[in-house]
């Protein structure tokens, strides 16, 4: 999916935060939910559970996906586009690189960390936000392209 966010993020620093834990991924704009993945293996949806987590930082690159199928052009005349991040941080658990989560140590990475994440889940509120923001910025939705998906829909698409 792909969102207009409701704010100019270039104007100031927002806070961008996702919540990985073993029943969902919730992706947060300054605390509003804007995409929930959640667990449903026991029907055969996919989902990372063996696996830990990687935090890879860029720019998008302009590729068809980023730019509605080509038609929102990038402006190369204000390249070099430049990314900027101020405090950075990571709570979660540490693992070795190559290990599997059930090998993860239980030792937390931020000592100030509550283990919250673990469970974490939205509100009714945070429900109600996630529903606005799909509703008025979401501007594509695999679980709506047809064109890209004639033989039909996920089971993902079927149950969100």
């Not at 620093?13 to 300054?30: A, E, G, K, P, Q």
């Not at 690159?61 to 990038?74: E, F, M, P, S």
């Amino acid at each position: 999916q792909q969102f207009h966010l409701w704010f100019d993020p270039t104007a100031s620093f927002h806070t961008y935060s996702i919540v990985w834990n073993h029943r969902r991924i919730i992706f947060l704009v300054d605390n509003s939910p804007i995409r929930v993945f959640n667990n449903h293996q026991a029907i055969g949806i996919p989902f990372p559970t063996n696996q830990p987590m990687r935090v890879y930082c860029s720019l998008w690159n302009a590729d068809d996906w980023a730019t509605q199928g080509g038609r929102i052009k990038t402006d190369w005349t204000k390249a070099p586009f430049v990314a900027s991040y101020r405090n950075f941080n990571v709570n979660g658990n540490i693992c070795a690189s190559g290990s599997n989560v059930g090998s993860c140590a239980s030792k937390s990475v931020d000592s100030s960390n509550s283990g919250t994440w673990q469970t974490q889940e939205l509100d009714a509120k945070g429900r109600n936000r996630l529903r606005w923001v799909q509703q008025k910025h979401m501007i594509y939705n695999y679980c709506a392209d047809v064109p890209r998906f004639p033989q039909g829909f996920s089971a993902e698409c079927k149950r969100s």
